[in-house]
Nanobody
Framework: QVRLVESGGGLVQAGGSLRLSCATS????????MAWFRQAPGKEREFVAA????????KYADSVKGRFTISRDNARNTVYLKMDSLKSEDMAVYYC???????????????WGQGTQVTISS
């Protein structure tokens, strides 16, 4: 079991920026593809961004392309999600996820974090 702990959520004005972090103490972090998902009230959880464990291949949902950036620091066992130009529709609980491959983690992750709330004020 890989334990993932998100942080960095909070209240931000529309148009502002926020950086989420997801850390683990699991030594296999470097072997895992990582992703971020989000779930807004009354909506299903949706894929946001993913990054592979090798070559830093990245994938993004169309709704966040050009505004969000996923990155990872294997030395710190941490994956980040930098969110710029935030909109009201970005407000959600953001979840970190891990899986064996980037294809797996975007569709059926093996491990989930507990989530961190992102609130956008107009």
């Amino acid at each position: 079991q890989v334990r993932l702990v998100e942080s960095g959520g909070g209240l931000v004005q529309a148009g502002g920026s926020l950086r989420l972090s997801c850390a683990t103490s699991d030594p296999t972090f470097g072997d895992l593809a990582m992703a971020w998902f989000r779930q807004a009230p009354g909506k299903e959880r949706e894929f946001v961004a993913a990054i592979s464990q090798f070559f830093n291949i990245r994938k993004y949902a169309d709704s966040v392309k050009g505004r969000f950036t996923i990155s990872r620091d294997n030395a710190r066992n941490t994956v980040y999600l930098k969110m710029d130009s935030l909109k009201s529709e970005d407000m959600a609980v953001y979840y970190c996820a891990a899986g064996a491959t980037i294809a797996d983690v975007t569709t059926r992750p093996d491990f989930w974090g507990q989530g961190t709330q992102v609130t956008i004020s107009s």
